[in-house]
């Protein structure tokens, strides 16, 4: 199993940027790919952006391409999102997860990761 700790969650005004960090520990030999989620109140967890940890291939939702920026410090075992002009709709609980699960694309899922972090708050203000 691995074990996520997220940090870097804050407030921050519309049009401003945080940088999100997760790091992993545990049995992190095998992963394959890891991601960022995010959960509103009263709305599902979605997909924000993912990235495969050797070859460094990424995928991001239509949302925030352009805006965030994911990847990776192999050697720290460390994700980061980078995140830019925040805007009030990017609010939400942020999760990081992780899988050992191969797939020939870069898996958007919910159902794709079987390891998750507790999250941290981001809380955008207009």
């Known amino acids: 199993q691995v074990q996520l700790v997220e940090s870097g969650g804050g407030l921050v005004q519309v049009g401003g940027s945080l940088r999100l960090s997760c790091v992993a520990s545990?049995?992190?030999?095998?992963?394959?790919?890891m991601g960022w989620f995010r959960q509103a109140p009263g709305k599902e967890r979605e997909f924000v952006a993912a990235?495969?940890?050797?070859?460094?291939?990424?995928s991001y939702a239509d949302s925030v391409k352009g805006r965030f920026t994911i990847y990776r410090d192999n050697a720290m075992n460390t994700l980061y999102l980078q995140m830019d002009t925040l805007k009030p709709e990017d609010t939400a609980v942020y999760c990081c997860?992780?899988?050992?699960?191969?797939?020939?694309?870069?898996?958007?899922?919910?159902?794709?990761?079987?390891?998750w972090g507790q999250g941290t708050q981001v809380t955008v203000s207009s």
């Open positions: 545990g049995r992190t030999f095998g992963t394959y790919a």
């Open positions: 997860a992780a899988t050992a699960y191969h797939t020939m694309v870069v898996p958007t899922s919910t159902t794709a990761y079987n390891s």
């Open positions: 990235i495969t940890w050797a070859a460094g291939r990424t």
